[in-house]
């Protein structure tokens, strides 16, 4: 249809409505005026709705990412970016109960930490989750209302702060080699301004005439505090701590062996008794940069 038939279309309905509205039917009184509105509705819904505003159907841009990770505790927005909506409404949708969101530029759920977000005149369909907990995690959907509706879907991924020292909650160091601990802090919202170690409860000094402690930080999306201490004694054993400022710290213990075989490393690691304490102690070392760099 040409906007030349679309104008003719528009001027003949206007004159059928004045037509409508003072018909005369015996009495010459206006018709009921919920006629005339059912009429103008209809013509909207049928006509003007209907009119393509630019050619083309609405899609999604396909630069809008797919996956977005969020912190706990932090907000977190999902983004849709449709081209040529036209006249259609954007929508989100949870697919974990199906439970509608956003419909527009208007929130539908009791659940106060969602928000709908979107500029006027823009192409960015926004879903704003305030204060995002583990259990948002999970697939939600940007929905436009074509018939059928089609959708982006965009995986959301919360995670919290975490702390860890690798190579396990129990270490087996031989007397008067090195100890190596390294501890990682991930998904914190900043890097940590102190890492903090402590042994058997208490902060460990560098400066103490203990000797040979030495403390290795580096901070980034993954933060990383290396502690060695030379030629392990049997004092030395017990409950290591790494304690950054802004995640939960985490525990490892330390057994420092003088040449008998305790318990615990008895069975398929008796094998480090019988005269290959360096083998261990390499093996070990090597355990703690495979899993630092990986």
């Known amino acids: 249809m040409t906007r030349f038939a679309a104008a003719c279309l528009f001027s003949l309905h206007f004159l059928s409505c ?9 009495n010459n009184r206006p018709r009921e005026q919920s006629t005339v509105s059912e009429s103008s509705r209809r013509f909207r819904a049928e006509f003007l709705e209907d009119w393509p505003h630019t050619p083309g159907a609405p ?5 809008t990412p797919d996956n977005v990770t969020g912190l706990v505790g932090h907000p977190v927005t999902l983004l849709c970016k449709v081209k040529n909506l036209q006249n259609r409404t954007v929508s989100w949708v949870r697919h974990r109960d199906i439970h509608l969101l956003t419909v527009g530029r208007y929130t539908y759920t009791s659940d106060q930490r969602f928000e709908a977000q979107h500029k006027p005149r823009s192409e960015e369909w926004a879903l704003r989750i305030r ?5 948002d995690s999970g697939q ?3 929905q436009i209302s ?7 879907a965009v995986y959301l991924k919360i995670v919290e702060p975490e702390t860890e020292i690798l190579g396990g909650s129990d270490l087996f160091i031989y007397a ?3 100890i190596n601990l390294t501890c990682i802090v991930r998904h914190t919202p900043e890097p940590p301004n102190t890492i903090n170690w402590t042994h ?16 290795v930080t580096e901070k980034g999306f993954h933060s990383s505090s290396r502690l060695l201490i030379q030629s392990a004694r049997t004092s030395d054993a017990g409950s290591y701590q790494c304690v950054p400022d802004n995640a939960l710290s985490a525990t490892a213990r330390v057994h420092v062996l003088t040449g008998e075989t305790p318990a615990a490393m008895q069975g398929g690691a008796q094998w480090i008794s019988n005269g290959v304490p360096k083998l261990v102690f390499i093996a070990n070392i090597m355990l703690h940069m495979y899993a630092y760099f990986n």
């Open 18 to 26: 004045i037509i409508v509205c003072y018909q005369d039917n015996g």
């Open 59 to 63: 899609y999604f841009d396909p630069s």
């Open 131 to 135: 204060s995002p907990q583990r259990r």
């Open 140 to 142: 939600y959907e940007c």
């Open 146 to 152: 074509t018939t059928p509706p089609i959708g982006h």
């Open 176 to 178: 008067g080699s090195t």
């Open 200 to 215: 058997r409860g208490k902060t460990i000094n560098f400066d103490s005439t203990r000797g040979g402690i030495s403390l």
